[in-house]
């Protein structure tokens, strides 16, 4: 079975409201057309928030909190 055939799978054995969310996620990535994944709006709120004086969690915790489910 392909990556793609596997992840296909994976997503049909979700409720149905996530395989729509989902499938409208992955619509939205591929009407993108391989251009960047974050609309300009949001690349906007990023750089402010980086830009502020606000003190903001490492990465790599963010990484180990997201691993362990904690986020």
Do not use: Y
Not at 1 to 27: F, H, V
């Amino acid at each position: 079975m392909s990556n793609l055939d596997a992840t296909i799978a994976r997503l049909r054995a979700l409720p149905k409201r996530e395989q729509e969310a989902l499938a409208a996620q992955i619509d939205l990535m591929l009407d993108q057309g391989g251009d960047d994944l974050l609309m300009p709006e949001r690349w906007a709120a990023i750089e402010a928030r980086l830009d502020s004086p606000e003190v903001l969690t490492p990465h790599a915790e963010v990484a180990r909190d997201f691993r362990n489910g904690l986020r």
